[in-house]
């Protein structure tokens, strides 16, 4: 217990100097637009963040709770994972032809009903809720970014603005994901383990109120068909190798990342000796789940801290390619190392550190290489295959040892597609300029630019 509590003292106080320092070499930005712009997305997007995570800490409680049993819960869950892979990524695919505000008001609408389901003790009831909640996590990871990126176009702003707004979004998440778990414990504490779900819906209800009153439409393609919304994104990723290789290191990567949202506990867990798990109690768990999850979310916000400091002197396909082989190495240390918690804690706490970087990193080159017209269609498909690797892990009994192992191969690949995708970057800057006329920090420096200027603004190079 005192492992974890220092750790989460420990970290903070890193985290603060961190942030002073960011907003110190963090460039002064003072054009009013892009105040207005990250202000009206920002309490947007972290109030639908705040009702994803209010609802978490107590969902398996809920079940529970009402006597469904382990194996129904295990099913439910594989419902959520497996609707967000199929009817998600048709639904949250439509932002791209029917607006992205729109979709985002129906990301509040289904989740919402989705809540409201938790107050039937009835499996089917329960089901279907976790297939809305599929599909508005769908919505989540698309069509906010996907308007944001949009509007910051149209308002003709500096590309280097959007790193800073996707910076601050989720530095923002883990800070709302801290104060959700607070007020989700004190509602079910108060009202019972369906009140979280309930204070969601107030949430879901201000967000709804805020997209209508503060945000204005935009689309991809309006004018398309629906199928060609789907044809126009699938042609994207196999026409042009850089969103290929990107969708591969977000699939892959995201994937391992939540596999480890559900197998950190256990791990942890097993590293301690049998003894002392029997010693404890339910007053005194051997795993403060409190405490490391707010550990984890510090970690978290610390990387995404790093990542604006990291804009500063090289572009995201550049430092990225470190990133990821970090987090597999932290990712094997329970395959190699079982039994060593410090180690493996210690590790984990890196890996969090990695994902705080991914974040922001990852929605600043899909703003740079994805589409306009088939935005949020592309970023759908890329959910594909990172929601089948969950489902097949749940589905299948495997040994922790076999799930981290496989993490560990998937961030193998994902680096491997990371190094790929800097290569391609690099070539479309030698097709600028005379490939023998450039040392490799030059093209590191040009990278940089392109990653702050935007690829058409290479004109002049």
């Known amino acids: 217990m005192d492992m974890f509590i220092f750790a989460l003292v420990f970290l903070i106080f890193v985290c603060f100097i961190l942030h002073l320092y960011t907003r110190q070499v963090e460039p002064q930005i003072k054009d009013p637009q892009y105040r207005v712009l990250q202000q009206i997305f920002l309490i947007v997007y972290l109030l639908a963040l705040s009702g994803d995570w209010v609802q978490g800490p107590h969902v398996y409680a809920l079940y529970e709770s009402y006597g469904i049993l382990k194996h129904e819960i295990e099913i439910l869950f594989i419902a959520g994972f497996g609707s967000s892979m199929i009817f998600g990524t048709i639904i949250a695919s439509l932002a791209d032809k029917y607006g992205r ?37 769908s919505i989540l990871f698309s069509a906010f970014e996907s308007w944001l990126v949009s509007e910051h176009q149209r308002r003709g702003l500096e590309s280097k603005t959007l790193e800073t707004i996707f910076g601050n979004a989720y530095f923002g998440n883990s800070v709302v994901a801290i104060l959700s778990g607070v007020i989700a414990q004190i ?5 019972g383990y369906v009140a979280p779900f309930d204070t969601a819906i107030i949430i879901f209800v201000a967000m709804c109120f805020l997209v209508v009153t503060t945000w204005s439409e935009n689309h991809g393609d309006a004018h398309a ?21 990107l969708g591969i290191v977000q699939a892959l990567f995201e994937a391992s990342m939540y596999v480890f ?42 990387g995404s801290n790093f990542f604006k400091v990291l804009c500063n002197y090289a572009a995201p396909e550049s430092f990225m390619r470190y990133i990821v082989i ?24 890196v890996f969090e550190f990695c994902i705080g970087v991914f974040w922001p990193a990852m929605a600043t080159m899909r703003s740079k290489y994805i589409p306009e017209e088939a935005r949020a269609t592309v970023m759908n498909y890329f959910r594909i295959p990172l929601n089948f690797i969950v489902v097949v892990i749940l589905l299948k009994d495997f040994e922790l040892k076999v799930i981290f192992t496989s993490c560990v191969f998937f961030l193998c690949l994902s680096a491997i597609a990371m190094f790929l995708l800097h290569k391609e970057s690099l070539n479309s800057i030698h097709s600028l300029a005379p490939i023998n006329k450039l040392s490799t920090e030059q093209e590191e420096q040009m990278l940089h630019l392109n990653a702050s200027a935007g690829d058409n603004a290479n004109d002049n190079v």
């Not at 505000?101 to 809540?115: A, D, H």
């Not at 509602?187 to 009202?191: D, K, P, S, Y």
């Not at 629906?226 to 290929?244: C, E, G, H, L």
């Not at 791990?267 to 403060?288: H, R, V, W, Y």
């Open 101 to 137: 505000r729109n979709t985002c008001l129906l990301y509040g609408i289904l989740y919402g009903v989705s809540c409201i389901t938790k107050h039937f003790p009835s499996f089917q009831v329960l089901f279907i809720g976790r297939i809305l909640a599929g599909m508005a996590t």
């Open 187 to 191: 509602a079910a504490n108060t009202f």
């Open 326 to 349: 970090i987090a597999a190495v932290c990712l094997s240390v329970p395959v190699f190392l079982p039994r060593a918690q410090v180690t493996m804690f210690s590790s984990f706490l």
């Open 261 to 302: 949202v559900l197998e950190w506990t256990p791990a942890l867990t097993g590293a301690l000796d049998q003894e002392f798990i029997d010693k404890t109690d339910s007053k005194n768990p051997p795993i403060p789940h409190g405490y490391v999850f707010a550990t984890y979310m510090v970690a978290m916000m610390m």
């Open 225 to 245: 068909p629906i199928s060609q919304s789907f044809r126009s994104a699938w042609v994207s990723i196999k026409s042009d190798r850089k969103i290929f290789l």
